[in-house]
C-alpha cells in the first residue's frame, strides 16, 4: 500500500509540473522596444524593459547593481585614457564567464520569490515562443538558460564587430568597413563616447551597457537584416495571411510547397540560374495541385551585404511569370542557408492558420534536394541551431521531399544577428 502511495503521489508531482509549462501561444503579442533588431536578437531584454516592476526590481538588486556600476567605471576610466586601445574597450563591455554564470545563479535564486520573474517566464517569454527550445526546462532553469544566450550572443556581436573576429559566415557576416583602419576605429570611439555621455539609456539594467554597444554596432555596420521588412504579417504577408482562412487545407494533401532559394554571387542578378529553377520546380508540384501555398525562402545573402532579398524577387516572378496569385505566397525574405530555410518556413506555419500536423514539400534542385533528405544536413541544423526545424519523413521525387515543421524553430538564435 506504501508503494502505491509512493507512486501516485510522484505521478500526481510529475502532472503537476507538466501542467506548470506553458506552450507557445501562436496569439500571443509580443513586446516590443525602440528597437526592432532589439525585439528579434534580444527578446528577452525587451521582455523586463516592459515590465517597469520588474526593471526596479533588477535595477535594485545589490549584486546586479554592482555589476553596472562597475562596468561604467571601467568603461569611463579606459575612455579617459590619452590612447586608448579598441581590444581594451571592447573587451570590457563583454560578459566573462563568471559574470554570466554569478548572474545565471541570481535569477535562478530570485525566481522562486519574485513574482515579476515568475511572471516574466510564465506569462511571456514561454507563450512567445522566443527560447521554444528551453521550454521543457524548470522555470529557474528557463530564466537562467535564457539570459545565458543573450549574454553570449552580446559578446558574439563584440567580438565580430568591435573585435574583427569571424563570425559564423565570414563571408557574408564582417565588419562594413576595414577593421583596423584608423576611420573605423575612430568611429568606435566617437559612438562609444556618444552611448556613454550624451545618449540617456534606456535603463540602468546590469546589461544594458553591454546590450546598447551590440546593438550600436550593428546600427553603424548596417546590419539590420533581422528587422528590414518588419512584421511580415501586417506587411509583406498580410494579404496571404488574411485569405488562408478560406483555404480548405483538407482539400490538399500536402498544407503548403517551401521553395528554396539559390543566392547570386553578384549584386547584378536579382535570381540564378539555379534559382530561377528551383521556382520552376515548385511551380510545377503547385500547378499538380498538391498543395494551396507557396512558401519562398531567401534573404540577403551572397554577394557580402547583397542588395536583393531573394524572396522578394521569387515572389515577383512567381507572380509575374507563373501568374500565381499573389494571396497564394508567403515570403521568408530572412533565410540565408538552408537550415534557417527550414526554420523560418516552420516560424511562419506556426504563426499563421497554415495546419502545422499537415505535411509540406520543400522543393529544389535535385543535387540541392539530395543535401537537405541526408544526414549531413540533420547535423548541421543539430551544430549550428542546436535542433532540427523540420523533420524529411519522405523522398516524393528527384526534387521533392515532404517535411514535418518543428515548434523547436521559434526559438530566437542571436549568435546569427542577421537571421536570429
Known sequence: MKRIYILLLFLVCCKLHAQEIVAFNPDFKRATSADPVQDENFYWCTAIQNSTTLVSFLEKEPELNTLFTNRHKKLEAILSAKNVELKNLMSAYKFSEEEIENVALILKKKIASNAALQSLVKENLRPSGAYENFNSLTDPAYISATWELCARGMNHILSVYGLGEKGLYPEIDSVSYEFNSSYYKGALLMWNDMLLHKKKS??????????????????????????????????ANQKTWE??????????????????????????????????????????????????????????????????????????????????????????????????????????????????????????????????????????????????????????????????????????????????
Do not use: W
Not at 551590440?214 to 546600427?219: G, I, K
Open 202 to 235: 534606456a535603463t540602468n539594467l546590469f546589461y544594458q551597457p553591454t546590450l546598447n554597444m551590440a546593438l550600436a554596432l550593428l546600427y553603424l555596420n548596417h546590419r539590420d537584416e533581422s528587422a528590414r521588412y518588419g512584421p511580415l504579417a501586417f506587411e
Open 243 to 420: 485569405a488562408l482562412t478560406e483555404i480548405n487545407f483538407d482539400d490538399f494533401t500536402y498544407a503548403s510547397i517551401l521553395i528554396l532559394g539559390n543566392g547570386p554571387e553578384n549584386d547584378k542578378d536579382a535570381l540564378t540560374a539555379l534559382g530561377k529553377l528551383n521556382l520552376q520546380l515548385g511551380v510545377l508540384e503547385y500547378q499538380q495541385k498538391k498543395a494551396p501555398l507557396i512558401i519562398v525562402s531567401g534573404g540577403h545573402a551572397h554577394p557580402f551585404r547583397a542588395p536583393f532579398a531573394e524572396a522578394i524577387e521569387m515572389k515577383e516572378e512567381l507572380i509575374k511569370r507563373y501568374h500565381i496569385p499573389a494571396n497564394r505566397i508567403l515570403i521568408d525574405p530572412y533565410a540565408r542557408h538552408t537550415t534557417t530555410n527550414l526554420r523560418n518556413a516552420a516560424r511562419l506555419i506556426f504563426t499563421s492558420a497554415i495546419p502545422n500536423t499537415k505535411l509540406g514539400l520543400v522543393v529544389t534542385n535535385n543535387y540541392h534536394s539530395l543535401y537537405v533528405g541526408g544526414e549531413n544536413f540533420v547535423q548541421r541544423c543539430k551544430e549550428e541551431l542546436g535542433y532540427v526545424p523540420a523533420l524529411i519523413l519522405e523522398r516524393i521525387n528527384s526534387t521533392t521531399l515532404a517535411f514535418q515543421p518543428q515548434i523547436e524553430s521559434m526559438h530566437q538564435n542571436p549568435i546569427d544577428p542577421l537571421d536570429p
